[in-house]
T-cell receptor
Framework: DGGITQSPKYLFRKEGQNVTLSCEQN?????MYWYRQDPGQGLRLIYY???????QKGDIAEGYSVSREKKESFPLTVTSAQKNPTAFYLC???????????FGPGTRLTVT | ELKVEQNPLFLSMQEGKNYTIYCNYS?????LYWYRQDPGKSLESLFV?????AVKQEGRLMASLDTKARLSTLHITAAVHDLSATYFC??????????????FGKGTHLIIQP
């Protein structure tokens, strides 16, 4: 099955802890993206990567970090510096020669 | 800064009726995307509109794009309960040839009642 997997589906953490969300794709897509969704809101771009070992900040990168060591993997770390980390996190990918972005199933993070 | 505005943000309608969701955006872009989201789920791609005047239809949904007016519409014909969901429009960020991610509207929460 080709697609994007995110794990875990639900994640609970205490305030002050860093947490890493996994995103893997076997679509051979070049670009990968992380978005955050808050209740009743649209998605906002956190980070993106168009090529291995390179990534760029999106609109709300503060308090987050990423790596892109392999084409198929783009993990997101939510650090303790992120003031309001509770949200639904969505990973996406696309080929650079096409337009459609495909989304993973999401990880719902709750920090208390 | 690219802004994407949808209206209405909330819509309750009866089965069998027609309605249109509007999506305005603030800077030049030739590509516009419509997604559907069911409660607690991820986004499902509905339409990708790639040029001015593009029109796409799937079942009871039809989307169009007017790049000069910076406006896209999603028209629902003879609504059925299964179309109840939140609908998002999104636009390619202007720099980077479209690979820099999308800017989303806040979504239209659509409830279709029997």
């Amino acid at each position: 099955d080709g697609g994007i997997t995110q794990s875990p589906k639900y994640l609970f953490r205490k305030e002050g802890q860093n947490v890493t969300l996994s995103c893997e794709q076997n679509l051979n897509h070049d670009a990968m993206y992380w978005y955050r969704q808050d209740p009743g809101q649209g998605l906002r771009l956190i980070y993106y990567s168009q090529i291995v070992n390179d990534f760029q900040k999106g609109d709300i990168a503060e308090g987050y970090s990423v790596s892109r060591e392999k084409k198929e993997s783009f993990p997101l770390t939510v650090t303790s510096a992120q003031k309001n980390p509770t949200a639904f996190y969505l990973c996406a990918s696309r080929n650079l020669d096409s337009y459609e972005q495909y989304f993973g199933p999401g990880t719902r993070l709750t920090v208390t | 800064e690219l802004k994407v505005e949808q209206n209405p943000l909330f819509l309750s309608m009866q089965e069998g009726k027609n309605y249109t969701i509007y999506c305005n955006y603030s800077t030049t872009s030739d590509r516009l995307y419509w997604y559907r989201q069911d409660p607690g789920k991820s986004l499902e791609s509905l339409f990708v509109l790639l040029s001015n005047g593009a029109v796409k239809q799937e079942g009871r949904l039809m989307a169009s794009l007017d790049t000069k007016a910076r406006l896209s519409t999603l028209h629902i014909t003879a609504a059925v309960h299964d179309l109840s969901a939140t609908y998002f429009c999104a636009v390619d960020n202007p720099s980077g040839g479209g690979a820099d991610g999308l800017t989303f509207g806040k979504g239209t929460h659509l409830i279709i009642q029997p």
